[in-house]
C-alpha cells in the first residue's frame, strides 16, 4: 500500500536534522566517511547552505529524505540525497522530481553536468543514480577518510 509523500522546498533545520540523526545505515557510512566527524548537526547546517536547491521527502508527514544540488563552479553541479529508513516510499516521487524539475532547472541554469560520489558497495544507492539516468565515470579509491573506495556518478544533461 502507498503511504502519502509530501515535498518540501527549501526544509527547515529541523527536518534536515532529523533525518541526519535517523539516516539509513548505508547512507550514515557514506556520508560520514567524507567528512571530519560524525555530526548530523553538521551534515544539517552543511544542507541549509544549499538553501533554494535542497529539497525534503515527509511520509504520512514524517521527515524521510533530503537531497539537492549544489552548483561547484560554472556548468558543474553536485547532486545529493540521504534519508531514513523510509526513503523507500518515496523514491519514486523523489526520482521524479528529479528527471522532472530538478534536472532541467539544472540544465536552464546551465549545468552541463552533475556528479555524485557514492561509498564502494552501497548498491542501493548506485541503482537509484542509474535510474535517473546518472552513469559511473570513474573510481576513487581510498577517497573515504577510512580509505573507503567511491564511485563517481556523472549525468550529462
Wanted: hydrophobic residues 45%.
Amino acid at each position: 500500500m502507498s503511504r502519502p509523500v509530501e515535498i518540501i522546498h527549501k526544509p527547515g533545520f529541523p527536518i534536515v536534522h532529523f533525518i541526519a540523526r535517523n539516516m539509513r545505515e548505508w547512507d550514515r557510512r557514506e556520508i560520514f566517511a567524507l567528512r571530519w566527524d560524525d555530526d548530523p548537526a553538521g551534515v544539517a547546517r552543511d544542507v541549509m547552505l544549499s538553501g533554494e536547491t535542497s529539497w525534503a521527502a515527509l511520509v504520512d508527514g514524517i521527515p524521510a529524505v533530503a537531497f539537492g544540488t549544489l552548483a561547484l563552479w560554472p556548468g558543474v553541479w553536485s547532486m545529493w540525497a540521504f534519508g531514513t529508513d523510509d526513503f523507500r516510499h518515496a523514491v519514486i516521487r523523489v526520482t521524479r522530481m528529479i528527471r522532472r524539475v530538478i534536472i532541467p532547472g539544472m540544465v536552464r541554469a546551465g549545468a552541463r553536468r552533475a556528479q555524485a560520489y557514492s561509498m564502494a558497495g552501497h548498491d542501493d544507492a548506485q541503482r537509484w543514480l542509474e535510474s535517473w539516468g546518472a552513469r559511473r565515470e570513474s573510481v576513487a579509491p581510498g577517497f573515504g577518510r577510512g580509505g573507503e573506495d567511491y564511485y563517481l556518478y556523472v549525468r550529462t544533461p
